[in-house]
């Protein structure tokens, strides 16, 4: 799926901050949008965790 600019705007502003608190209603998408925006963080990132959790957990159900 293509993602409008608008839309990845919205989930940087979303999803910047790292030690934020993730959002949980996330679906594969922007899953993997913030997995490739927060790849190499390192640990303390909790965007980055969360998002590939649903992804392990959404390949797991599928």
């Avoid at 919205?10 to 679906?27: G, V, Y």
């Avoid at 997995?35 to 649903?54: I, K, M, N, V």
């Amino acid at each position: 799926m293509q993602t409008s600019l608008d839309i990845r705007d919205l989930w940087i502003t979303q999803h910047r901050d790292c030690s934020a608190e993730p959002i949980m209603d996330l679906d594969l998408d922007r899953a993997r949008f913030i997995c490739s925006t927060h790849a190499g963080h390192g640990p303390e990132c909790r965007q980055y965790l969360a998002a590939a959790a649903f992804c392990f957990g959404y390949l797991e159900d599928n």
